[in-house]
């Protein structure tokens, strides 16, 4: 099994527990959100591979207050199931909140989620075990794999933690997540991260476009259009 890169990796960024502002303490990033990425097209497809076979389609709006991503995954993983979403993310690229539904064999599904000026809450429940996470990270999506990268503002050779509010695809069901990513140097204009994700013992290197977007997740889905 591989290890994390172990040379060049500058200090962690750290990032506070969500305050009263639902950020840090210090009422902002620490870095500039959007890493210098262009602007989001209206909007993109990925074909889901490996893990699952299955078709993502989603489309982007920007509005005054930030962007709302909208899509639908249809898959089959052990079983059939469909998943849409609703997102909304600042233009800090901090998660505000999001609408996430579901449709398997047992039924439809539906869960809520929101972070706000006293933390995150699922389906009007206070959750404060995802406390001090910016990002929501749905199990069904490539997409929501731009928001810690636009957010970070990492450079090259940076590493940071990056937890997330993780949407599990079949039963829509809410838990923390522990990630990292970690700036790798460009190749052919692309920006690259190694990434991590311990719970589920994966790393591996996601490659992005010019807008900030997954192009390949190895072992999950690529890029379409």
């Known amino acids: 099994m591989s290890t994390s890169p172990a040379t060049g990796i500058r200090p962690l960024v750290q990032w506070e527990a969500v305050a009263s502002n639902g ?19 209206d909007s993109g497809s990925w074909r889901h591979v490996t893990a699952r076979a299955g078709f993502e389609v989603a ?7 930030g962007f709302i991503f909208e899509g639908t995954t249809t898959a089959y993983e052990e079983e059939p199931w469909t998943v849409g979403y609703s997102l909304l993310v600042g233009t800090d690229w901090v998660a505000r909140e999001g ?18 000026a006293t933390g995150w ?19 069904s999506s490539a997409v929501t794999n731009a928001f810690p990268v636009h957010r970070l503002g ?17 039963d829509l069901s809410v838990e923390r997540l522990e990630q990292r990513y970690y700036r790798l140097p460009d ?23 010019a807008s900030g977007l997954v192009l390949d997740y190895p072992g999950i889905a690529r890029r379409h259009h």
Request: hydrophobic share 30%; with cysteine; aromatic share 10%.
């Open 121 to 139: 809450w699922v389906d009007g429940c206070a959750r404060p075990d995802l406390n001090g996470c910016y990002d929501i990270d749905l199990e």
């Open 154 to 170: 990492l450079d090259v050779g940076d590493v940071a933690d990056a937890p997330a509010a993780f949407v599990r695809a079949v």
């Open 187 to 209: 190749s052919h204009g692309r920006q690259r991260f190694h990434y991590e994700s311990p719970a589920f013992q994966f790393e591996c290197e996601l490659r992005y476009d």
């Open 99 to 116: 609408r996430v539904t579901s449709r398997t064999r047992s039924g439809a599904r539906q869960t809520e989620i929101r972070l706000d």
């Open 23 to 41: 950020r840090g303490k210090d009422g902002g990033m620490s870095r500039q959100a959007g890493n210098g990425f262009d602007q989001l097209p």
């Open 59 to 65: 489309f982007f709006d920007r509005r005054p207050d």
